[in-house]
């Protein structure tokens, strides 16, 4: 989800080509003379200004402004960057500088506002000799400088970037340059691209910048070293931030996220080949435990034969044939679960990708997201590309609203009726509904998405309680919070809210279940995300989700954000009750719950969606039926997808403890089969930066 106070109401609570000459005179220092023909510091000159729009969702979120001088021997880069539309309540506004040598060394850097994240940055790193004095808000701290560095923070400004890219041009190396304060970053040649401006074809250099944030960001250079496009240029995993440069005109956006996630595909796909070779023969995983996921009683020391991306055959190891040739995997005391579903997923990066297979997520929903990269790595797994799991896709529509929130919005039914044939005609097997759709709107896109074979599914606009918006054709519901309203004790003269108490024996909570029955209502609640957002901030977020302590460094800050004050501790465990007492309800009640994490912590948080409805008093193989045939039926994938029976695709996961016996055990993922390969879960979580 692009953001939790837009998503969820309670919280509203390597040399390149030769250098351009006409640049390096620009930027090369040009000491002035004196009468005497000695050297004198010089006026600042200004030698390159821009201007960056950055955009979420191909919607204006705010903009960079830039200006390079030449100071003396020295070139300093002035950013501004804001983004007054952004839907947080701290609007991200940072002045940040850089002082280079005229070969483009950092001298000093410093950077003060507030990022994307809400929280405040107050960094400056000054170089003196071999030695940096850093500061961080009032703590001071000197650093050793290598012999190849640069400055940068948490968030780099993209003419900081942009700066970056032109000094690794100046100063070629295979290796990652080291960063001060602290980190690396990657920088790839990823290839040219051309691109028609006003009729004008421009050629313009692809690269690769690691290690900056999570994930990588795919940016463009034109002849001259200046910044095009970026995109996945920070804010939080939870979006992705894209950026163009003046005069190039919004129509290039499609055309550079699909680029980036092509690039991204193309880069994975190379490390899947490495992490694990196609194989020719098939392959045979004997020994384990199968729990098939059917109800079924597990099957002991079993064989589990694949051919191709299909599962041949099930069964005792005495009574399967392993064919000549095939590898074969001794699985002796582990177990064999179907591949798991994330119903509720925004893969913003391709890093997402490994991120979900090697927590044993082989399919999922994307319920949100650019259609042009979304579409792209939809299209990548199913040829057996990149590096991800399959994809079923959900297209958001939103009602015209003041916020610059999504780029689908309409209020007409003619509008309605063309963005769900969009989505269809793009191979979309749902409609995503989001929070200002109008009530009559509703409808109108339920019934043509309906007419089109498709679903519906999504958040209950604010005009509409969950019983009104599936009374109007709405056939799923994301989050339980758009769900408690109707199982609620209503206070007179009083806005919902999640502190109220459930009133699950009420007439009005009776015809909830009974409207949700009748229509066959299906509720991801994301109660992971839940747990993160009112956890009081002084609890640790490794107490109750391990996972934290493994993600990689650029998520730590970010993830540690979410939260609720301390000081509401009781009601925020109230809330976390009435949320799990909810959910057991719809479950024992008939209503289908399937799991889906809102991102979260990548990967990690499905596993602890399954723990909390184990807590919530589902059984442990129910709870794993909620992200493995439940999801294939409802999304009628069920003879494809969602057990482990012969015929069906070979989705497998590979653990090293029983997750019926505990279903903690789910995080013990060893290995995991996907379109016919085999990966081991420790190298795909390395490859993201992750530990194993």
């Excluded at 790193?125 to 500061?135: L, N, P």
């Excluded at 490495?274 to 002991?300: F, K, M, N, W, Y």
């Excluded at 009420?506 to 209502?521: C, I, R």
């Excluded at 912590?601 to 129910?622: F, I, W």
Aim: net charge neutral; proline share 6%; hydrophobic share 40%.
């Amino acid at each position: 989800m692009p953001h939790k106070s837009r998503e969820l109401p309670f919280r509203r609570v390597a040399r390149v080509a030769a250098l351009n000459v006409s640049l390096l005179v620009a930027l090369a220092p040009q000491p002035a003379a004196t009468a005497q023909g000695t050297p004198a510091r010089a006026n600042p000159q200004v030698v390159e200004r821009g201007r960056f729009r950055v955009f979420e969702t191909k919607l204006v979120q705010g903009e960079e402004t830039y200006e390079i001088a030449r100071e003396g021997d020295s070139l300093v880069v002035n950013s501004k960057f804001d983004l007054p539309y952004w839907g947080e309540e701290r609007k991200p506004s940072l002045a940040a500088t850089l002082r280079t040598s005229g070969d483009l060394t950092p001298e000093r850097y410093e950077i003060k506002g507030v990022k994307a994240t809400e929280n405040e940055i107050d960094e400056a790193v000054e170089i003196r000799g071999r030695v940096a004095d850093v500061r961080a808000g009032d703590k001071a701290s000197q650093l050793n400088v290598p012999e190849r560095f640069f400055t940068l923070a948490y968030y780099a400004p993209l003419s900081f970037e942009q700066t970056l890219v032109r000094y690794w041009l100046n100063h070629p190396q295979k290796e990652p340059i080291q960063l001060l304060p602290a980190g690396e970053a990657v920088i790839e040649r990823r290839g040219a691209d051309t691109v028609t401006v006003g009729g004008k074809q421009i050629k313009l250099e692809r690269y690769s910048l690691g290690a900056v944030l999570w994930g990588r960001q795919t940016l463009w250079l034109d002849a001259e070293r200046r910044l095009v496009a970026a995109v996945n240029i920070g804010g939080d995993v939870e979006t992705n931030f894209y950026a163009l440069r003046d005069p190039y005109g919004e129509e290039l956006l499609p055309f550079f996220v699909r680029r980036a996630a092509e690039d991204g595909v193309d880069r994975l796909t190379r490390a899947a080949d490495q992490i694990s070779p196609p194989r020719a023969g098939a392959l045979a995983v004997v020994g384990a435990t199968v729990i098939d996921g059917t109800g079924r009683e597990p099957l002991r020391d079993a064989t589990v034969l694949v051919e191709g991306d299909r599962i041949a055959a099930v069964g005792a190891r005495s009574r399967v044939a392993v064919p000549r040739g095939a590898t074969v995997v001794d699985a002796t005391g582990k177990f064999i679960i179907p591949g798991l579903w994330d119903m509720h997923a925004h893969l913003y990066q391709v890093e997402f990708g490994p991120a979900y297979l090697a927590a044993g997520i082989t399919s999922a929903r994307d319920v949100g997201n650019d259609i042009e990269f979304a579409t792209t790595l939809r299209e990548a797994a199913r040829r057996g590309r990149g590096l991800q799991p399959r994809l079923t896709l959900a297209g958001y529509i939103d009602g015209k609203n003041e916020g610059h929130s999504f780029d689908v919005q309409v209020d007409t039914p003619e509008a309605a009726r063309a963005a769900v044939r969009r989505y269809k005609e793009a191979g979309y097997e749902q409609i995503k509904i989001r929070d200002h759709v109008k009530p009559e709107i509703l409808k109108v896109i339920t019934a043509e998405a309906h007419r089109l074979g498709m679903t519906v599914t999504g958040h209950v606009p604010e005009a509409l309680d969950a019983v009104e918006a599936i009374e109007a054709g709405q056939d799923q519901i994301n989050h339980i919070s758009f769900v408690a309203p109707v199982f609620s004790k209503k206070v007179p003269g009083q806005k919902y809210e999640l502190t109220n108490r459930l009133d699950l024996g009420s007439p009005e909570a009776k015809h909830a279940l009974a409207v949700f029955k009748e229509h066959g209502t299906v509720v991801d609640p994301t109660l992971a995300t839940m747990e993160l957002l009112v956890r009081p901030k002084d609890v640790p977020i490794e107490t109750f989700e391990p996972g934290m302590r493994k993600v990689a460094p650029e998520l730590v800050e970010q993830l540690n954000l979410k939260g609720s004050d301390p000081r509401a501790a009781p009601i925020a465990r109230a809330v976390e009750a009435r949320l799990l007492a909810l959910v057991f309800f719809l479950h024992r009640n008939g209503v289908p719950v399937v799991a889906g994490t809102d991102v979260s912590v990548p990967g990690h948080s499905l596993h602890r969606e399954l723990e909390l409805y184990v807590k919530a008093g589902l059984t442990p193989l129910e709870a794993l039926q909620t992200a493995t045939l439940t999801p294939a039926r409802v999304m009628k994938l069920d003879g494809e997808l969602g057990t482990v029976e012969a015929g069906k695709r070979a989705d497998l996961v590979i653990l090293d403890a029983d997750p019926l016996a505990d279903i903690g055990n789910i995080r013990a993922v060893r290995l995991v089969v996907a379109q016919g390969r085999l990966y081991e879960s420790a190298r795909l979580w390395q490859l993201v930066g992750f530990k194993p």
